[in-house]
Each structure stands twice: as C-alpha cells, then as structure tokens.
C-alpha cells in the first residue's frame, strides 16, 4: 500500500522567512503533484513533477522530485501572507486507475 | 477557463437516505475521479471512471457507493443508504491523457455533505 507523508503538519512563519515542505512516499512513482487548498475551497494544482530531478518554480514556491529518495520538497521562499493555505502532496498511480494518494497536508500560516 | 462543476454545494441528509452528488466535468476530459475530505483530513481517493466503467476503486467505496455517467456531461455519485461516517467533503475531478502520459486532475469545488 503506497503511503504518502507529508511534514511538517503546520508551520507558522514570519513574513519574509524560507522554508521547505517534505513529502515522502513509499512506492516507485513518477508522478508527484502539489495542490494548494484555502480554508473551505478546492484543490488548485500548483505542480507537476515528472522525473527524478524536476524542478519547478512559480513566484515564491519552487518544487523538486527525488525519485531514487521518494521525496520532494515545496521550498518557499521569502514567504508572505497570500501564502497562507494547506498545501498537500499526492502521487499519481497510473496502473491504478490514475488514482492520486494524497499526504496528510502541511497547514502554512505566514504571519505580517 | 474551463472548470470542473459540482452541485449542490452543501448538501444535509438524514441517516439511511440516499443522496445523489453531481459533477459536470471539464468536457473534453474523459478521465473522471470522485475523492472525499473529512473535516481536517487528508484527501482520499474513492473511485475512478473512464469509458463508462469504473477503473479502480478504493475500500472506501463499498457496495453503498454507485457512480454514473448518466449523459455525456454529468458524472454522478450515490451514496445508497447514508452513514453518519459519510460525513465529508465530496471532490469531484476530471483529467486527460496529456503530454508525457500525465492525468492532470482538476478539481470541482466540492460539495459538502453532512449526514445527521
């Protein structure tokens, strides 16, 4: 059973300040796919990783793919208010429907 | 842009009804997905459909969990008989086969179902 996890759980940080998300999972997989989710709202994707070594990047958040480790990691950078939102890592299983195994989301809380 | 729809919105039922949760996906998508959020907790995957057939499904989705495509635009789930359990937020999602072979989903606004 693939298992996904996600830490930290929440994190609260100043405005201004860098950190990284992590999203460990335990099957093979080349499918790895951030979403951002506001209190009450949708899923919004925000990345697609295809192969080891991708790296995205839109604004403040950048995304990469280690697939001999089965981790990536959403690094933000500078981070402000409008950041401020759960964001969660799921990994696509195209053998299985397509289904999406989702982490358990990190809840970022980015403080003026 | 194009967008995945849901109706209702919010949706309460009582204990052993049946509820029916729609979807109209985005429509030149062919891939259809239904995955359920309870209250501060993970997504999770119920069931996915292509070509008018169910392609996988989770241990969630037992024998009280239909899903339908009754039309070419809507995509259905039912919940037969409801459980206190069912309690969640229902997502509904849609994708194609695009470059590389990868199933973007793109998700509707969910529909929020509350079983008293």
Known sequence: ?112 | EPEVTQTPSHQVTQMGQEVILRCVPISNHLYFYWYRQILGQKVEFLVSFYNNEISEKSEIFDDQFSVERPDGSNFTLKIRSTKLEDSAMYFCASSVRGLAGVYEQYFGPGTRLTVT
Request: hydrophobic fraction near 35%; aromatic fraction near 10%; glycine fraction near 8%.
């Open chain 1, 1 to 112: 059973e693939l298992k996904v996890e996600q830490n930290p759980l929440f994190l609260s940080m100043q405005e201004g300040k860098n950190y990284t998300i992590y999203c460990n999972y335990s099957t093979t997989s080349d499918r790895l796919y951030w979403y951002r989710q506001d209190p009450g709202k949708s899923l919004e994707s925000l990345f697609v990783l295809l192969s080891n070594g991708a790296v995205k990047q839109e604004g403040r958040l950048m995304a990469s793919l280690d697939t001999k480790a089965r981790l990536s990691t959403l690094h933000i950078t500078a981070a402000v208010h409008d950041l401020s939102a759960t964001y969660f890592c799921a990994v696509g299983d195209d053998n299985a429907g397509n289904m999406l195994t989702f982490g358990g989301g990190t809840r970022l809380m980015v403080k003026p």
